[in-house]
């Protein structure tokens, strides 16, 4: 993390920041507002670490790691766990985080650390489970009966279960097993660096928000999905926008695949390991199989600050300037 300091202008970040405003970030001594900048950084360092507020606050002053990255400028005056949740509250409000992630990649793409006109994008979407408490006998009937793998489990009447700490969390199945929280909507680019993530509850049906994580993607670029995102409507949306057609075809009842779809998958599926790659990362590594926070908006935005630690690393990494961390 030390390292991650050299890759960025930090002084363009600051000037980002800077140009928000920002309520009175006091603490409870009433003293005044912090730097940004620190702030920021502090925030970073406790979403690379998977650390609650408390946490941060109290590794703020024990460890050398955080004081020479965050460089607050007395280190006598510190913020305290309730000022750092208001300060990320505040990034998460009104888009900012989204400016900062899209400036962050900007700024590796000009550093040739990261491609700055990528002709491939991968999407795909993986579950994040909700902060509350596990509901085992929750059970609620998905957006779409494609979304179920055992039809008779959707009986299940969402009357009769108790609810959820979590409003906007949702109950989704996969591989059998049911999951209350999140689906995390992604686009990266061939190298595992994300570019644009969408947030919905984990009942969200894929192949309704293809569009969602394609803005600003430039013609020609071609798409690779897995057979989940696979409809008439996305394959319009592509030629309408001029995007090439890497979605992966999914068999349909009495409509089983041709020996030629069946081989332009085996083909397809060869380039979209990487966006799994770095769902892998996320999960292990930045422990984002599981949210921090309640509410849509504020899982959105700790996910944005993920997506930044990932891209950071990859970038660092590639530039061998840290060397690849396994834990």
């Given at each position: 993390?030390?390292?991650?300091?050299?890759?960025?202008?930090?002084?363009?970040?600051?000037?980002?920041?800077?140009?928000?405003?920002?309520?009175?970030?006091?603490?409870?001594?009433?003293?005044?507002?912090?730097?940004?900048?620190?702030?920021?950084?502090?925030?970073?360092?406790?979403?690379?670490?998977?650390?609650?507020?408390?946490?941060?606050?109290?590794?703020?002053?024990?460890?050398?790691?955080?004081?020479?990255?965050?460089?607050?400028?007395?280190?006598?005056?510190?913020?305290?766990?309730?000022?750092?949740?208001?300060?990320?509250n505040w990034l998460i409000q009104d888009g900012l985080l989204d400016e900062l992630n899209q400036q962050i990649n900007q700024?590796?793409?000009?550093?040739?650390?990261?491609?700055?006109?990528?002709?491939?994008?991968?999407?795909?979407?993986?579950?994040?489970?909700?902060?509350?408490?596990?509901?085992?006998?929750?059970?609620?009937?998905?957006?779409?009966?494609?979304?179920?793998?055992?039809?008779?489990?959707?009986?299940?009447?969402?009357?009769?279960?108790?609810?959820?700490?979590?409003?906007?969390?949702?109950?989704?199945?996969?591989?059998?097993?049911?999951?209350?929280?999140?689906?995390?909507?992604?686009?990266?680019?061939?190298?595992?660096?994300?570019?644009?993530?969408?947030?919905?509850?984990?009942?969200?049906?894929?192949?309704?928000?293809?569009?969602?994580?394609?803005?600003?993607?430039?013609?020609?670029?071609?798409?690779?999905?897995?057979?989940?995102?696979?409809?008439?409507?996305?394959?319009?949306?592509?030629?309408?926008?001029?995007?090439?057609?890497?979605?992966?075809?999914?068999?349909?009842?009495?409509?089983?695949?041709?020996?030629?779809?069946?081989?332009?998958?085996?083909?397809?599926?060869?380039?979209?390991?990487?966006?799994?790659?770095?769902?892998?990362?996320?999960?292990?590594?930045?422990?984002?199989?599981?949210?921090?926070?309640?509410?849509?908006?504020?899982?959105?935005?700790?996910?944005?600050?993920?997506?930044?630690?990932?891209?950071?690393?990859?970038?660092?990494?590639?530039?061998?300037?840290?060397?690849?961390?396994?834990?």
């Amino acid at each position: 993390m030390l390292k991650i300091t050299q890759l960025l202008d930090w002084q363009a970040i600051e000037h980002t920041l800077a140009s928000k405003k920002v309520a009175d970030l006091r603490d409870h001594g009433d003293r005044p507002a912090y730097p940004l900048l620190p702030m920021f950084r502090a925030i970073l360092l406790g979403q690379w670490h998977s650390l609650s507020d408390p946490e941060l606050e109290r590794s703020l002053v024990t460890r050398l790691d955080f004081m020479i990255f965050y460089q607050f400028p007395d280190e006598m005056n510190l913020p305290d766990h309730s000022t750092l949740n208001r300060f990320r509250n505040w990034l998460i409000q009104d888009g900012l985080l989204d400016e900062l992630n899209q400036q962050i990649n900007q700024q590796l793409a000009q550093n040739k650390l990261k491609v700055e006109k990528a002709q491939t994008a991968i999407v795909d979407a993986t579950i994040i489970q909700t902060a509350g408490d596990k509901l085992k006998k929750a059970i609620e009937v998905s957006e779409h009966t494609e979304q179920t793998e055992n039809q008779e489990q959707t009986k299940i009447q969402v009357s009769d279960t108790p609810a959820s700490k979590d409003t906007d969390a949702k109950w989704t199945i996969k591989s059998g097993h049911w999951h209350l929280g999140y689906k995390l909507h992604a686009r990266t680019d061939a190298e595992g660096f994300i570019e644009q993530i969408h947030v919905t509850p984990a009942n969200a049906v894929d192949v309704k928000h293809l569009a969602s994580v394609l803005d600003h993607v430039e013609e020609g670029v071609t798409i690779y999905t897995d057979k989940g995102y696979d409809s008439k409507e996305n394959r319009t949306f592509l030629e309408k926008h001029k995007l090439k057609d890497g979605i992966m075809r999914k068999a349909h009842r009495k409509q089983p695949l041709n020996r030629d779809d069946i081989e332009r998958n085996k083909g397809l599926s060869k380039v979209r390991y990487r966006v799994e790659q770095s769902f892998a990362i996320l999960h292990r590594l930045f422990k984002c199989k599981r949210a921090s926070y309640f509410g849509l908006e504020k899982v959105k935005g700790q996910m944005v600050l993920k997506v930044m630690c990932l891209n950071l690393l990859k970038a660092a990494n590639k530039l061998r300037l840290i060397a690849p961390i396994a834990a």
